[in-house]
């Protein structure tokens, strides 16, 4: 098993074989930056001081050969070839609440959504616990890669579910979508840092885009359950492009649907839809305006949406601490 010894911090760490070094980090307990844990986002870029390693992913999006050059790899698709001394700044806010685990599960059940989202739920013995708006990595058999996917319930039972978006030639997706009960998949998590922040006393904002809908669903049964949302507004906003996009408060769930008040909005309706229309960061400047600056803000969708969210709560005001989410698409 490779030992990883870490600089400046000058933390050591096994890395099981076949494990990235990030994960083996964050297994470990050290809080190595990251947030889309599959080569998009480059947040966890280290300077590789001795050793040998092997990228999972030669196209990984934010890793170039410029990058190599410079002996800077990416920690979520580095497998160490054997001992290795590393180089980046471990950070307090990426220390995991609960450490990741890897762990098989049985697909128990599978719900419809939307037309191109559905809900599968996994049932597993002995897991790991998870806060409201982290994600997991999947190991789909017969698809090469792990996917990343957020939780869309509480963590407890050793139940996990997720609302997935059936992508057209997805590979991942595709494989799950057909799957039939009793199926196992190979789930490692938790991951991500856009929680529930229960401690903050701001009303709660939370946006999302088609299948982002997942961790904002969680936010807000979690919120709930702590008894947030009687001291607190939730304010949910879910966009879509047409009708056949479009679900209701009740996914929340009956205690934080009774709370929250939720506006739907579609980018492309047809003549019939008399709701908000354009997209969601629109909507939602249009109706909370300045008030957005006072409230802790969750969001979740494509990587276009996720872009014009940060722009909109930049030039409302919001302050950077106040806005959760992560970077994987």
């Known amino acids: 098993m490779p030992t990883i010894t ?151 039972g050793g139940t996990w579910q997720f609302m997935i978006k059936q992508m057209p030639s997805g590979a991942a997706t595709g494989q799950l979508f057909e799957s039939e009960l009793g199926a196992k998949i190979t789930i490692d998590g938790p991951y991500g840092t856009a929680f529930l922040r229960e401690d903050s006393p701001r009303d709660i904002v939370l946006l999302a885009g088609g299948s982002g809908l997942s ?41 934080a649907a009774g709370a929250a008040r939720f506006v739907a909005a579609l980018s492309e309706p047809d003549a019939t839809w008399t709701g908000p229309k354009g997209y969601l960061h629109d909507v939602v400047f249009e109706d909370m305006g300045a008030a957005l600056k006072d409230c802790e803000i969750y969001f979740a969708g494509p990587a276009i949406m996720s872009a014009a969210v940060q722009k909109m709560t930049h030039e409302a005001g919001v302050p950077q601490d106040q806005l959760h989410f992560d970077e994987f698409y």
């Open 6 to 156: 870490q600089t400046p911090d000058g933390h050591v760490f096994d890395c099981e074989e076949g494990d990235t070094i990030l994960r083996a980090a964050l297994r470990a307990g050290i809080g190595m930056p990251y947030s889309c844990n599959t080569g998009s986002c480059g947040n966890c870029r280290f300077q590789l001081l001795d050793g040998e390693v092997t990228h999972l992913r030669d196209d990984a999006p934010a890793w170039s050969e410029r990058e190599l050059k410079r002996g800077r790899w990416l920690g979520c698709q580095a497998v160490p070839n054997g001992d290795c001394s590393v180089k980046f700044r471990a950070m307090d806010q990426y220390v995991p609440y609960n450490r990741p685990e890897s762990f098989e599960a049985e697909l128990t059940g599978i719900e419809k959504i939307t037309h191109d989202i559905s809900q599968f739920m996994f049932q597993a013995d002995a897991v790991p616990f998870f806060r409201p708006g982290q994600y997991a990595l999947l190991h789909v058999p017969g698809v090469t890669g792990a996917r990343a996917y957020s939780m869309s319930n509480l963590g407890a």
């Open 215 to 255: 961790p904002i669903v969680s936010i807000a049964k979690g919120g709930a359950k702590a008894g947030m949302l009687g001291t607190r507004k939730l304010h949910v906003f879910y966009g879509g492009r047409d009708v056949s996009d479009l679900c209701d408060a009740t996914v929340l769930g009956a205690e």
